[in-house]
């Protein structure tokens, strides 16, 4: 188990975690949520919202065979009419 401090620094509480259990170097962002009185510190994860909205598209060939399927012509349900 590794141990690190709390510190106040400009109004904020603030956690030095030890090296050996640190995030990667990536690791900018972090999601802090209560449990009881545990605190569970995680990286932010993208949200499917972040996701949709990213410049990143697929190639122009991605899924070709996908475009050229068929769909059949779908009828509605026939309704019955009961006296």
């Known amino acids: 188990m590794a141990i690190g401090t709390v510190f106040v620094y400009d109004h904020s509480q603030v956690v030095s975690i030890p090296e050996e259990v640190s995030f990667p170097e990536h690791v900018h962002v972090v999601d802090v949520r209560a449990n009881g009185d545990e605190?569970?510190?995680a990286p932010v994860r993208t949200s499917?919202?972040?996701?949709?909205?990213?410049?990143?598209?697929?190639?122009g060939d991605f899924l070709p065979e996908r475009a050229s399927q068929?769909?059949?012509?779908?009828?509605p349900p026939q309704t019955s009419e009961e006296p």
């Open 70 to 75: 068929h769909q059949p012509e779908r009828t």
């Open 39 to 41: 605190l569970v510190i």
């Open 48 to 59: 499917w919202h972040d996701f949709f909205l990213a410049s990143s598209r697929v190639s």
